[in-house]
């Protein structure tokens, strides 16, 4: 007999991840106001404990601003080994609930669990059940939201941080979400705020009510669609353990601008060659190679090529962002970020037996050098010309920052 769960949907997130991290390695650390993040001129926060947002400090913010916004403010370098360790540990906990897991970053997933209720109880009680367990194995506080949907899961637990639960019944979401600001529906950064603001749409409600023609004008079709269907209370999309991942990509913001071209080009070989290395060890190749430069002046322009058949090969991909990047016809423009990524993403195998032309041996030196950084940590086969560029310890990726911030740059 099947049962029944009106509000089946757990949104689970851990509480600052990062610096949670920090304060529980740490017993200094603890009570006191810490961001994980670079400490440079041009270092940005990755995650901010909770004493440290009491001074407005959040994800994405320059680290030199969250240090004028708060004096006593400390500075950990990101320890990423250990976090996706943990993350693996919370994962699995959630996985002994039930299969249903959808992970989102390495600090939030959705669940579904009206599998579990036979063995567990509500979904209410599952979720105290699992906060305990993550509290137990992990020393480290978990919120969670419990409702009907996807939609509503996030955003009760965004609303019980930090360390709580919130449940909203399926037939109380119309009533309790209509007076909310038009920031809590999901999709809605900063930029669409501001234009629903500007026309006049300020909660929840008025969005549930207005016509979609009127949202499309203002955001566009999709998103407007979407907005309108999650202010009324519409949200079916279904929790999907296993999503294909959409791209691969890396991003480097300088500690200083740097317009020497050589150097420049240096630094894209070594985005490609970790982009190539992501793609072959998760298995995907793709046909679409993107690249990003962001100027002194924050200018930002990107550019895209897509090829004939897919690659996982760092040859291929620096070739292309090569050629994207001379097609740019910069005179020693003073660049402050380079990134590269790639998308439109296919299995890896299929991409090889289709590229039956292809040089074999640079597929076989670069899978040597993959064997090489896996078997021996710290040590690795790479091109000579990356040989005397050190990785600044004061940088990391800006895919790195976006698995703790939204699109939209808010920290969850």
């Known amino acids: 007999m099947r049962i029944e769960v009106a509000e089946p949907i757990l949104h689970a997130d851990m509480d600052a991840f990062y610096a949670s991290v920090e304060q529980r390695d740490d017993p200094a650390l603890r009570g006191r106001p810490v961001i994980v ?12 404990s909770y004493e ?21 403010l400390v500075v950990v370098p990101p320890r990423f080994d ?10 699995g906990v959630f996985r002994s609930f039930t299969p249903l897991v959808e992970p989102l970053s390495l ?18 009680d599952i979720a105290g059940r699992i906060r305990a367990r993550v509290r ?13 949907s996807k939609f509503i899961a996030k955003l009760l637990s965004g609303k019980a941080k930090p ?40 909660t929840i409600g008025q969005v549930a009510d207005a016509d979609r023609r009127t949202l499309a004008r203002i955001v566009g079709e999709a998103l407007g669609g979407q907005l309108h269907r999650l202010a009324n209370g519409v949200d079916d999309r279904s929790v999907t353990p296993h999503e294909p991942a959409k791209s691969v990509s890396a991003e480097e913001t300088f500690a200083d601008d740097i317009d020497d071209p050589d150097e420049l080009d240096r630094h894209l070989l070594r985005l490609a060659e970790k982009v190539g290395r992501r793609l ?20 930002t322009v990107t550019r895209s090529a897509t090829l004939a058949q897919p690659t996982d090969r760092t040859h291929d991909l620096i070739d292309v962002a090569r050629d994207l990047y001379a097609g740019l016809r910069l005179e020693r423009a003073r660049v402050r970020l380079l990134g590269v990524g790639v998308s439109n993403l296919t299995e890896g ?47 990391y990726s800006g895919d790195d920052v976006r698995r703790l911030a939204g699109e939209d740059g808010r920290e969850p």
């Open 163 to 202: 360390d709580g639960v919130r449940l909203l019944r399926a037939d109380e979401v119309a009533a309790t979400i209509r007076p909310l600001p038009v920031s809590d529906l999901w999709g809605a950064g900063p930029r669409t705020v501001e234009r629903l603001t500007d026309y006049g749409f300020r």
């Open 52 to 72: 440290a947002r009491r001074f407005g400090i959040h994800s994405a913010m320059p680290s030199v601003r969250a240090r004028r916004l708060c004096p006593d």
């Open 349 to 395: 195998e299929a991409a090889r037996q289709l590229a039956l032309d292809v040089d074999q041996r640079w597929e076989d030196v670069e899978r040597v050098a993959d064997r090489v950084a896996e078997r021996f940590d710290g040590v690795g086969v790479s091109y000579a010309a990356l040989l005397d560029v050190a990785e600044d310890p004061g940088w």
């Open 107 to 124: 600090d939030e997933a959705f669940l579904d669990v009206r599998g579990a209720v036979r063995l567990f109880g509500p979904p209410l």
């Open 280 to 299: 072959r060890a998760s298995g995907h190749a793709g046909r679409t190679v993107h690249l990003k430069v962001r100027f002194a002046s924050f200018e």
């Open 37 to 48: 993040g670079g400490a440079g001129s041009r270092g940005v926060v990755a995650a901010a």
């Open 136 to 148: 137990d194995e992990t020393g480290l506080p978990c919120s969670i939201g419990v409702g009907p």
């Open 82 to 91: 250990v976090y996706r360790e943990v993350s693996s540990q919370v994962m």
